[in-house]
C-alpha cells in the first residue's frame, strides 16, 4: 500500500504510517498538476485543509480507498463522491478543539486590547498610549453560533471571565445548552441583537457560509467585536469589512479566510482587524495528536478495520468500537458465507439482533453483514462506507429488526437472505466478546468457531458419509481440524461443517461431490 501526505503532519505521525510497513511518500505543498499525475499509484492521501479533493482528484485516483484529514474540517473534500467510490473519510475531531478553542479566544482578547497593534507600535520605537484603549469582558455578552465541540469550550471558559454566555443553534437539544449553561437563543436574529462579541463556531455548510452578512451587521449592537476561528467566510468578508468601515463593528479576529493561503484580503489592511494564517489548530500539542491519530485511522482503514473516526458512516465513540468489535467480525463473516454457498440474487436481507447485542451500535454490525455479503462478488470494492450504498443500487432491501432476549444464546445475530424463490439463514453468537460462532445454517444447529479455510457439504444422512469425505481429503494431503455434523430428522438431509488447514482445490471438490449421496460440497474462505 502507498501513502502519499501533501500537507504538514507532526513526524511523530509520519513514525506511525512508517512503521505500519506502507510506503510514505511526503511531498509537502505538491503542485496541482503533479497530484494528478501521481495520484493514481496511491491506496491513500493524507491531507489537511488545502489540498483540495474533489472529482477532478478522483478521476485520476484509480487506486484510492482512503483520505485522511489531519484536523476537523472536511469542507475541502466531496464527501459524496468518495462515498460513492468506497472511499473512507477519516479525521481527527477531537484532536485540535482546545488549541482552537483556545485560538479563539486569543483573537477576542487580543482584538478587544489591540495587543498586536500595540505591540508592533512599541516595537517601532513609538508610546502613545491613547491609541489602544481596549474593553472589559466583564459583564458583557458573548453570543456563540454553533455550541458544538468548541462553541462549548469557548462558552465554559469565557463565562470565568465573567461573561454572560448566548447561543445560537439550532440542531443541539435544549439540555446541552443548560449543561453548559448558556442561554438559548432561537433565532441568529436574536443573538445578532444581545451580543457585544460574537464567535462563530459551525462547520462550513450551505447554510452556514455567509449566515452573517449585512443583514445581521444591520441589527447588530453598535461596537460588537466579532471573531471567526472556524471556516472562512460564515462570517461574510465583503459585509465585515464595510461593517467595520461603517463602525458597527469595532474589531474582529479572524484566523480563517474564504481563499487560503490568502495575502491580499482587504481585511488585511483594516487596523482593528487582528488576523492570523489558519493558526487554530497549531500547537505542539495538537498538532502531535492530530498527527498520530490520523496515521493510525489511515493505516486502519487501509487495513480493513472500522475506525471510530471515518467521517462518511456511522461514527463510533472508541468505546462504543470496543463493545462491537466481535459483533462486527461475527456480521462480516455470517455475510461471507451466502455467496460461498450460494449463487441466487438477493431481494432482501433481514437482521433480527437479539438479546445483548440489540442495545448497541446495531446498524454498523448490519454494515458489517452487508460488505460481507458483497465481498466474495466484489471484493475490494466493497467496505463500510459504500455498502449500504451498493444494496440500495442492487435494489436490495435491508430491514432489521431487534427483540430483547433469545431463548438459547446472550446474543444472537440472525441474517435471512431472501431470493425470489427461497430463503438462506444463518445465524451467529459472540461468546466473551471476541469469540465468535456460527451456530445455524438453514436450521442445522452448528457451534463452529470460523476458520479461514472451511468445508461445508450437504449430504444424505448414512452411515459412510463422514468416512469417505475424510479419506479424500486425507488423499489430497488436506488437514482437517475440526468437523461438525448436524441434521434435523434421522434418515433424511445432514449439514457438515470441516476447517480445514489449507485451500482445497477444485479437483478435490469435484472428487468429494461426485461421492455418492453427496448433495453439494461447498469451499468456504472466511
Ligand atoms: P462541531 O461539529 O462539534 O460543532 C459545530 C456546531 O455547529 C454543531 O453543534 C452544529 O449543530 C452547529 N451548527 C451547524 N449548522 C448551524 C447553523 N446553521 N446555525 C447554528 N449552528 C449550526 O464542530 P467543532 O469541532 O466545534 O468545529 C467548529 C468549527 O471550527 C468547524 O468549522 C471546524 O472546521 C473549525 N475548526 C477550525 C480550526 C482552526 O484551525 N481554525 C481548528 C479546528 C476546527
Ligand atoms: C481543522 O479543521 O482542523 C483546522 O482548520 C485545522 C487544520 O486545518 O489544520
Known sequence: MKILVTERIADKGIEVLKKSGMTVDVELGIERQRLLDIIKDYDAIVIRSVTKVNEELYKHARNLKVVGRAGNGVDNI???GATKRGIIVVNTPESNVVSAAEHSIGLLIASARNI???NAHIKNRNWDRSKFRGEELLGKTLGIVGLGRIGSLVATRMQ?????VIAYDPYITDQRFENF???????LEDLMKRSDFISVHTPKTE?????IGEKEFKIAKKGVRVVNAARGGIINEEALVKAIKDGIVASAGIDVLVDEPNTTSPLLDLDNVVITPHLGADTVEAQDKVGVTIANEVVNALSGNMVPNAVNMPTLQRKELEDIKGYLKLGETLGKIYHQLEKDAIEKVEVNYAGAVAKLGTSTITLAILKGIFEPILKERVNYVNARLIAKNRGIKVIESKQAENG???NLIKVNIITKDKTFTVAGTVFNKNDIRVVDVNGFQFDVAPTPYMLVANNVDRPGMIGQIGTLLGVSKINIATMQVSRNVQGEQAMMFLTVDSEVSQETLDLIGNVEGILKINFLKL
Open 78 to 80: 466531496d464527501m459524496e
Open 181 to 187: 449553561g448558556v442561554e438559548k437563543m432561537e433565532t
Open 160 to 164: 470565568s471571565f465573567g461573561m454572560k
Open 116 to 118: 498586536p497593534q500595540a
Open 408 to 410: 438459547n444464546y446472550n
Open 207 to 211: 447554510e452556514t457560509f455567509g449566515m
